[in-house]
Structures are given as C-alpha cells and as structure tokens.
C-alpha cells in the first residue's frame, strides 16, 4: 500500500485527496487533511475516483468507426486516419472547414490547458466553440471589459466576508464555481458565526438556501432587474460610496443614470420580490462592513446574462466593496495570470466581434463563437462550412442547446474526430475516439482555478502511474499539433514541444517587466534540466511568476521543485487588493458603463412587460457532475435524480399527482420524467437536471444506460441567446407540462 496526495481535477473546489494504491489499483480515496486549502474536504465524486480509473467502460485504446461500428486500433493506425481525413477536408474546404468544440474537463487536464491552444494554432480554423458559451462567458466578458482581461473575475472574499448575496448558484450540491472554495459549507458557517449574513435568491429553495440567513425567490431570468433596482436604491438613499475606487473608475454617473428606469417598485412583480424586500436587501448592502454579490448558473445561462454579472461588480464599486478585504477581490495565482503580465495597470483591453460567425452573425468573444450556433455552421453551405468536427473533453450532445438538431448535423459531417474518456452521447457519432489517459496517470496544477480561488494557494500533483503501453496525453496532443502544423504523422515530437516551449519562454522574454528580461535562454533551458513538456513550461512559469524564484534573481522564491517537495501545497495568504496594478483596460481604468453592456439594457425594460409563464430552470446534484458521472456506480445509485420539481399548485392545475409521469414540451422539443412534487420550487418553474438523456444504440456506457434520464437541453432552443455574450439561455425555458397518464388515456381514445 502506497499513499498519494492528488488534487481532485472533477470540479473546481480542487480539493486535496489521499489516495490509497496498491501497485496500479486504487483502494480508497479520503480527503487530505493536510492540504493547505481544502483542508480534508472531499465530496463523493472525488471519493469515486478509482471507480472512474478502473470503470470498465473507460476507452483504453482508439476507436475507429468501420461499417457504423467503432472497433478499436492501434494509435499508428488512429494517427494515420486523422492525417488523411483532416488533410482531404481541408483540401476541399479550408482551414475552417475543421470545426473545434472544447468541453468543461479541457479546463480540468492541465495538459489539455497547455497544449489546447498551440493546438488551435496548429488548426488556425476560425470554427471555435466551447462549453464557456453555455456557461461562464458573460462573467468573463464584463470582467474582461470592465477590467481588461477574461480571467480577471472579482472573487467573492468568502473567509473575511460580512454580507454574502448569492444568486443563482448552489454551492452546496456544486461545490461552488468561478469561485474555487473547496469545503465551502465550512466556509459559510464560519461567516455566519463571525456575526455575518448569507442571503440566497434563487426560484428553488435550495440546500444554500437553507443555509442562508434568509432565502427569497425569484422569478428565473430577472436578476439583472433586480440587481439594477438594488443600484438605484443605493443611489436614492445618498449610499455611493466607491471610496478609493473613484479615482480609478470611469462612467459610474453614466451607469448610475442608465439604471434610473429600474424602480424597486417597477421591477417588483416581474422579479416576484416586493418593492419593499428589495429596498431592505439594497440597505443591508450598503451599510455591511464588507459585502460581495456571487451570481452563478443561473444568472449566466439566462436571457440577461451579461447585465446580471455586470450589476453585481457595479454594485461592489457603488459600495465600495471592489478590491476591498470582505468584499470581492482578485486572486494572485503562482503561475502568473494574464493580468499580472507586462505593464502593470494598463494593457490591450478587450477587443471583440473582429469576425462575426456564418451564419447568424455572432460576434468572436475570446476566440469563439456561442456554441448554439454550431448545428447552423455545420449544416449551412458555402465557404467556412464546417464539414469536420474535432471535440476534446466535451458533450455537447447533452450539453448544448437542442441536442436533438446538434445530433443531425454531427451525423452530416464528413469527419468526426473526440478526444475523450466514454464512447457517449455525443462520441457515438464520431469516426474517431482517442481516448485520454487517468486522472492518475498524468500531472495536475490548476492554471484556471488559481485565477479564480478565494486564497492564493499553489497546488502540484505529478502524474503517478507511468503510461507505457500508449502515447501519454501530452505526445497525443503534439502528435495532433504536429499533425495539424502539417509536420506528418512522424514528426519528431519533443522538437515539437521545444518550439512551443522556445515560444512560451521568447514571450515572457520580450516583456520588459519580467523577472527574466534580457536573460540569455540557454542560460534558463540549463535551469531547467531535463524537465519537458507540461512541467517544463509550469516550472518556467512558476519561477516567473510573482511568487518566482527568478531563476536566481528572488532566492527562496517558488519553482515546480518546491511544489513538488509540499504534496500539502503552498499557501500563499488571503487575497490582497490589486487595484490598479491588477487593470489591464486600454485606458488603466475600471469601466463601469461598457457601451456592449449599456446598450443591453433597453431590451431589459422591454422585459418588464412580460407575461409571466410556466418556466423551466436546471438544478445540480452533489452526487453527478454534468453528464458525465453517471457510469459511477457509486454515484448514481438511489433515489432517480433526473426528475421534474413542480410546485403541488401547478401540478394540480396540470392534473399531476404525485407517482406521475409529467410531459415537459416546447416549441423545440419534448421530454418525460417521473415528477417531484415539492414546495421548495417557486410557483410557476419547474426544474429539470441537465446531462441526462444516456441510453442511445451505439453507447459504451452500461450503468448510465440504466440510469438513463432524460436530456433536458431537448428543450433549449439555441437560437435564444444572452444578446452581448451569445451565451445560451437554458434557465427560464417556456414549457407545457401535463401528466403522462393524461397523455396515454389521450393516444388510447383516440381513433386508431
Ligand atoms: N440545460 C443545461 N445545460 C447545461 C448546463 C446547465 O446548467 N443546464 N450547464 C452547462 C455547463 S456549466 C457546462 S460546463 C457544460 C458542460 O458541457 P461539456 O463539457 O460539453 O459536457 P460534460 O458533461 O462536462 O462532458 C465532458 C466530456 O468530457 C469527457 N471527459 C471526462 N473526463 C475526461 C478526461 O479526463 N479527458 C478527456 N479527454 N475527456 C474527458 C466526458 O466523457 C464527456 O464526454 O454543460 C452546460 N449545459
Ligand atoms: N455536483 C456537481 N457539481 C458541479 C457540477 C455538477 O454538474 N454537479 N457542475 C460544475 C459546473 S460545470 C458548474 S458551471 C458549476 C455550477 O455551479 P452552480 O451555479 O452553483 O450550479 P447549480 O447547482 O446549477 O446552481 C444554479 C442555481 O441557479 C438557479 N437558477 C436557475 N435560473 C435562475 C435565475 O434565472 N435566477 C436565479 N437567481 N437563479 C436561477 C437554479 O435553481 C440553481 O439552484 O457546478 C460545478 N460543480
Ligand atoms: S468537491 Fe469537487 S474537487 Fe472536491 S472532491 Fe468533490 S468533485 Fe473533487
Ligand atoms: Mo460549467
């Protein structure tokens, strides 16, 4: 028996796991009590790991489709077919006409983070989409525009924390997200005992409502009404008082006068939150010794998504609460995020929409196009027509808006080619499946989630089990980069990974600010021994970064070596304020009004109007993680999860009792699933999981197909989109229900 320390790559709580193995088998996972961050926490999705490295149905070997069946090959094989299929498309069609689609786990694999983007390059397609769209963009977006990078998202400063409003996130059964807080039920309690408060709004009451010192619904897609009545309560009650910030931000009179139509009173009924609550929530806001406003899911996958996570970071500036211990903060990672890069205090900014997409016209945010355009890129003639597909580490079969369509259009193309674990929903259709290794088997440190933690810590796990019989995952992705870069299927792959490596280390060179400026590049390849591939550039990284030992210049600082020596981690401290240091904009200010945004906001007084309908909103359950779990015994044993809440009176008005069936449809499509009557559900929402729906022909895997559920994003349109981001609207679906019993007694009178 051997024990090993990994971080857990399932979620972004990143906690610490001791993991008990004899030889290649994992006997049992338990939190790392001695980890500097999670401090012992583990949920039962790190506790399956070894479910997931020995399942079974976990693709060892390379699927090719032969004659409608996937039979496995040889990777010289599989290597061989991707070079000819990607070459043939490209010949007829261009560049373009390969089509990339990044899924949530590429954000996980620390190997996929590094070598995603060279990847890319190597493509050089403009066809770019990723799970971000049917996520977190609008965050991302307004950070980058009121702060100058994507990555730059104000942290809710949970430990030192008075006033926490959480909207539309449940941390409790998620773990929290675009906030890396493992153990964060601790967490809340300990700001509850400290004399402070927690506040939810959400339609459901959830498990984070429960918690809360007090809990309100809200009516699905009106945070930013909301929050904008919120604003103007703190401007007509004289509470403006951005402090230190003044000087540093611009158009807050501008912002503060475009929100003047949004009266507590006007929004009141739309919002289902009296005029009165919302002047009271506005109130505590503003007199709390330290306060922060965390939106999650549900107010990004929502008709407003931009507005509603622009407002809560104008209301951290109103308040005072940008940048300031309690309120929300900027984290300080080790590895050195793009906005601890160069210039301090000023950058490029964010440029978008330099190209529109095809078909529907979308902007380019970061590179891509909202994935809800996918299907009509692929199925629309003419030139840039996507007519090969390359997914890494996604569904988006389950994932995206209309899977149904989605599922047409992949089964048009003329190449398929997933970089995966499962042969799923969405792989079934590709001609080739590479499969990736175990978590186990290759190294982990959280270049995303250290941009987006509530403590600056640093974290390495290296990769434990040697992969001797298969390509690791790093030379499977420069076999693909080389592949791309038109170098063949025999390039020579670590003089691959020294060009990417020789770029990386020639772009922090030329910064004039680097600890490494105008130091000879031999002198640093020599530091860095025999170190390749991810550790190479992490260690590079790390010793560069603001924490770095300089390659000399900053004895003690940090390196890979001493992460490597702290299986533990390193804790680096709270999060300090960093503005303006932290700024990246054009002009070294903080945007308040972005045009993007502010135009936006008539369709959100159009809004107003709006009749009220049966509406449909997702939910998350500590026990699954989006669709891709569900082959964990382990996990999806028990009560059937993929059910529809429904509130007793809207199930009684539909004839719904409670061992029924309900028929959920749409103009877009239509579902079934057993019922949940409950009261924790606002009048008028029901609510259905995502990231059901297994069960398909053509499947590899066997417990989820017994769990199957339904897809709720059978639902979705994706045509309808948050206007500024093109994120997809997937909270607040109109929908009919009516019981399935109903519905047979129906088919059975009808005649024939
Ligand atoms: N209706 C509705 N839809 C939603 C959401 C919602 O709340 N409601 N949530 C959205 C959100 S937040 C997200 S992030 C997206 C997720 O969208 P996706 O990322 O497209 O979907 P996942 O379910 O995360 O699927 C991950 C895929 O990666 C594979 N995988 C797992 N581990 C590895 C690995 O180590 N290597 C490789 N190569 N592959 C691996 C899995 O087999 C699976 O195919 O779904 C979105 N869709
Ligand atoms: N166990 C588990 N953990 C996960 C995942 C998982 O699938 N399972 N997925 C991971 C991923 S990829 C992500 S992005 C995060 C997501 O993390 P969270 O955002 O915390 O996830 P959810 O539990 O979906 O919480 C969203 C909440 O929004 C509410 N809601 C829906 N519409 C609206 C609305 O219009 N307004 C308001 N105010 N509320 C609304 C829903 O009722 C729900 O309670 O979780 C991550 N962690
Ligand atoms: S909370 Fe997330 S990171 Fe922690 S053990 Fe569970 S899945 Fe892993
Ligand atoms: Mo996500």
């Not at 990607?86 to 996929?112: E, F, I, K």
């Not at 974290?459 to 170098?487: F, K, N």
């Not at 060009?499 to 530091?527: C, K, N, Y």
Request: overall charge negative; glycine content about 12%.
């Amino acid at each position: 028996m051997e024990t090993v320390y990994r971080i857990c790559p399932f979620c972004e709580a990143t906690c610490g796991l001791e993991v008990e193995v004899e030889g290649r088998q994992i006997k049992q996972v338990r939190g790392n009590d001695e980890d500097v961050f999670s401090r012992g926490y583990v949920c039962p999705k790190g506790v399956a790991l070894g479910e997931l490295v020995h399942d079974p149905d976990r693709l060892r070997m390379p699927l090719l489709k032969r004659g409608g069946k996937h039979v496995e090959v040889s990777w010289k094989e599989a290597f061989g077919v991707l070079a000819e299929r990607l070459a043939a498309v490209r010949a007829a069609g261009g560049q373009d006409a390969v089509g990339v689609y990044l899924g949530n786990p590429t954000v996980h694999s620390t190997t996929m983070t590094l070598y995603g983007p060279p990847l890319l390059k190597a493509l050089g397609t403009q066809q770019v989409y990723s799970a971000s769209s049917v996520d977190q963009l609008p965050k991302q977006l307004v950070s980058a525009l009121m702060f100058g990078t994507g990555l730059s998202v104000a942290i809710p400063d949970i430990d030192y924390c008075q006033y926490l409003m959480i909207l539309g996130a449940n941390p409790l059964e998620s773990n929290g997200s675009m906030m890396t807080v493992p153990d964060v039920k601790r967490r809340l309690k300990a700001l509850q005992a400290r004399g402070g408060k927690i506040v939810v709004l959400d339609p459901r009451r959830t498990k984070t409502a429960d918690l809360a010192d007090a809990y309100h619904p809200i009516r699905p897609g009106t945070d930013a009404h909301f929050l904008a009545a919120v604003v103007n309560v703190l401007v007509e009650e004289g509470r403006v008082q951005p402090g230190r910030l003044a000087e540093h931000v611009v158009g807050l009179d501008e912002a503060l006068a475009a929100l003047a139509p949004f009266t507590p009173e006007r929004v009141a009924a739309r919002c289902g939150i009296p005029a009165e609550t919302i002047r009271v929530l506005a109130r505590e806001l503003g007199v709390a010794e330290s306060a922060a406003v965390y939106g999650r899911i549900g107010t990004c996958t929502q008709r407003f998504g931009t507005l509603a996570n622009w407002l809560p970071d104008l209301i951290h500036i109103v308040t005072g609460n940008l940048d300031r211990p309690g309120g929300a903060l900027f984290a300080q990672p080790a590895h050195g995020a793009g906005n601890a890069k160069g210039e301090a205090g000023r950058g490029r900014g964010l440029k978008m929409g330099r190209r529109k997409s095809r078909v529907s016209g979308a902007p380019e945010i970061f590179g891509e196009f909202p994935v809800g355009a996918l299907a009509e890129e692929i199925e629309t003639a003419g030139p840039g027509q996507i007519r090969a597909l390359l997914t890494i580490c996604g569904n988006p079969v389950l994932s995206t808006p209309n899977g149904a369509r989605l599922e047409r259009a992949l089964e048009s193309l003329d190449f398929m080619v997933s970089v995966d674990v499962y042969l799923n929903e969405t792989t079934r259709h590709a001609d080739l499946i590479l499969p990736d290794v175990s978590p186990m088997e290759r190294c982990h440190y959280d270049l995303a989630f250290s941009q987006l933690a509530v403590r600056n810590v640093a974290r390495y796990s290296p990769a434990h089990w040697p992969v001797t019989d298969r390509p690791g995952d790093r030379d499977m992705m420069l076999r693909m980069i080389a592949i791309a870069g038109g170098m063949g299927v025999d390039a020579d792959l670590p003089m691959v990974d020294d060009l990417i490596f020789g770029q990386l280390m020639q772009r922090e060179l030329t910064l004039g600010t680097s600890p490494v400026a105008g130091r000879d590049p031999e002198e640093l390849l020599a530091a860095l021994g025999t170190r390749r591939g991810c550790e190479r550039m992490l260690d590079f990284m790390l010793r560069t970064g603001p924490y770095g030992d300089g390659f000399g210049s900053r004895p003690g600082g940090l390196s890979l070596a001493a992460l490597e020596a702290a299986p533990e981690g390193i804790d680096l401290g709270p999060l300090q304020p960093r503005i303006p240091e932290v700024l990246r904009t054009v002009d070294g200010k903080i945007d308040a009004a972005p045009a993007v945004v502010l135009e936006d906001l008539a369709r959100l007084e159009a809004d107003l109007e709006a009749q009220p309908e049966l509406v449909l909103v997702g939910r998350r359950h500590l026990r699954s993680n989006n669709s891709w779990m569900h082959n964990l015994p382990g996990l999806v044993r028990g009560k059937v999860r993929c059910s529809l809440q429904i509130h007793p009176a809207d199930a009684a008005r539909a004839g719904i009792g409670p061992e029924d069936w309900a028929e959920v449809a749409n103009g877009t499509g239509c579902v079934a699933a057993p019922v949940e009557i409950t009261e924790g559900i606002m009048e008028g929402v029901v609510s259905l999981p995502h990231g059901w729906g297994h069960g398909q022909a053509g499947m590899g895997m066997r417990v989820a197909s017994q769990y199957a559920g339904v897809n709720s994003n059978l639902l979705t349109d994706e045509d309808d989109r948050d206007i500024p981001s093109g994120t997809a609207v997937l909270n607040g679906i109109p929908v009919r229900v009516r019981a399935v019993a109903a519905l047979q007694a129906e088919a059975l009178a009808a005649p024939g």
